[in-house]
């Protein structure tokens, strides 16, 4: 499958720049596929930058990165028309969102109403300035972080703006051995100046196409339906998943099997993408918070019920 050495060749490239994060650029190159957005969420200092753009450089697109804060304005994200004295007409100055990477740095130090101004340009690839709907470039990949050890100043995502993300990725911290690659990675300069294009915007827009004809067979969508139906009845939960987490979770997996060469999705794609897919969309119930309760095991345990289809 010819589609699948580009795949790998992309994030096999990005990690030339960032150590020890494969499955990160793995779940990063997966989303883009799936045509959908990530929200990484760590401590300052992890790379999330550095992983954006390589990304981007990777692909070959255009990025851009926007640093949040409390006084940035939707215009800021998506535009604005400026009347010109020349031509008596006003004329658009398109802000970064016109980029097929776009970086939303602390994307939760900004208010409820920039935050806003995302949610067309995710869900639908365009964005409305003064009455005029423009079509952004494709691909379109939103890469958000947010920092969640900093409370002051912030403003928390709303639940419905949290499940516009395909995938929700915590990093870690890089272990011994890493670190010290890190450091002798950078010792004599940054290596994202001379990293290089192995692909195209049009490539992946074909990969994204071809992510369509990746066959989900009957049983395998019965098991996806099973796991996010679960969520909706778990005690522990005040609400689960919505349609929106079967879809992302069922063309997350499609991606998948295209990053590892198979086209078809197998159940073993489902339980390796439910946490990153599925973790941000379901809600706790406040007692259950309060006891410390995490979604990752409820979503492990989801897993470790539900029964998996067996091979036909």
């Known amino acids: 499958m010819p589609t699948a050495i580009s795949a790998n060749e992309i994030v096999g490239n990005a990690a030339k720049v960032v150590v020890g994060k494969r499955r990160v650029l793995e779940l990063m190159a997966v989303a883009l596929l799936a045509e959908g957005h990530v929200l990484l969420e760590d401590l300052p200092g992890l790379g999330k930058t550095i992983m954006a753009k390589a990304l981007a450089r990777s692909i070959g697109g255009s990025f851009r990165r926007i640093q949040f804060t409390p006084d940035l304005l939707p215009s800021d994200v998506t535009g604005f028309s400026v009347y010109s004295q020349k031509t008596g007409e006003f004329v658009f100055h398109s802000g970064p969102v016109m980029a097929n990477v776009l970086l939303a740095d602390e994307i939760n130090r900004t208010i409820p109403r920039t935050q806003a101004a995302l949610l067309e340009s995710m869900g639908e690839f365009q964005v409305t300035v003064d009455g005029a709907t423009l079509k952004l470039p494709r691909p379109f990949f939103v890469i958000a972080t947010q920092n969640p050890i900093e409370m002051d100043g912030t403003f928390p995502l709303p639940e419905a703006q949290l499940d516009r993300f395909l995938m929700k990725i915590d990093l870690g911290y890089p272990d011994k ?83 590892r060469g198979r086209d078809f999705v197998l159940p073993d794609d489902i339980k390796e993408l439910a946490l990153p897919v599925l973790g941000h969309r379901i809600i706790l119930k406040h007692e259950e918070r309060a006891k410390g309760a995490r979604a990752s095991a409820i979503v492990e345990e989801i897993l470790s019920q539900v029964p998996v289809p067996s091979p036909v």
Not at 197 to 207: F, G, K, R, T
Not at 228 to 249: E, F, I, Q
């Open 177 to 259: 051995d890493e670190e010290l690659a890190i450091m002798e990675r950078f010792r004599e300069g940054d290596p994202l100046e001379k990293l290089e294009a192995v692909s195209s915007p049009e490539a992946i827009v074909e990969l994204q196409k071809k992510r369509g004809s990746i066959f989900v067979a009957p049983p395998v969508r019965d098991y996806i339906a099973c796991l996010v139906g679960a969520t909706r009845s778990h005690p522990k939960l005040r609400y689960g998943a919505s349609p929106r987490g079967s879809l992302g979770l069922m063309r997350a997996a499609q991606a998948l099997a295209i990053l």
